[in-house]
Nanobody, 115 residues
Framework: QLQLVESGGGLVQPGGSLRLSCVASGFTFTSYRMSWYRQAPGKGRELVATITRYGVDIDYLDSVKGRFTISRANAKNTVYLQANSLKPEDTAVYYC????????WGQGTQVTVSS
């Protein structure tokens, strides 16, 4: 069964860090570039970061460059997002999917940055 399950979100103070995880199942993980997206309240979903199938190339949204790091563990069918120096404007529900995106969305994981 095809599934994307995100976890690792939470409430953090500005400047804090979180590590998000997304476990994929039901498809050949190494066949796809994987991405993290986010959707803030009242806004559309935006692409945050993309990693190629074996991690050779990575792209980031300009506003997260230098603060966020995307990585993947193909043996675990998992993609990660290390989010450092978090800002209130990073508050959103974070989702993973392919870079197209190809598959049904998971439930996402809520990241709230607030003092």
């Amino acid at each position: 069964q095809l599934q994307l399950v995100e976890s690792g979100g939470g409430l953090v103070q500005p400047g804090g860090s979180l590590r998000l995880s997304c476990v994929a199942s039901g498809f050949t993980f190494t066949s796809y570039r994987m991405s993290w997206y986010r959707q803030a309240p009242g806004k559309g979903r935006e692409l945050v970061a993309t990693i190629t199938r074996y991690g050779v190339d990575i792209d980031y949204l300009d506003s997260v460059k230098g603060r966020f790091t995307i990585s993947r563990a193909n043996a675990k069918n998992t993609v990660y997002l290390q989010a450092n120096s978090l800002k209130p404007e990073d508050t959103a529900v974070y989702y993973c999917n392919t870079d197209s995106p190809t598959f049904p969305w998971g439930q996402g994981t809520q990241v709230t940055v607030s003092s």
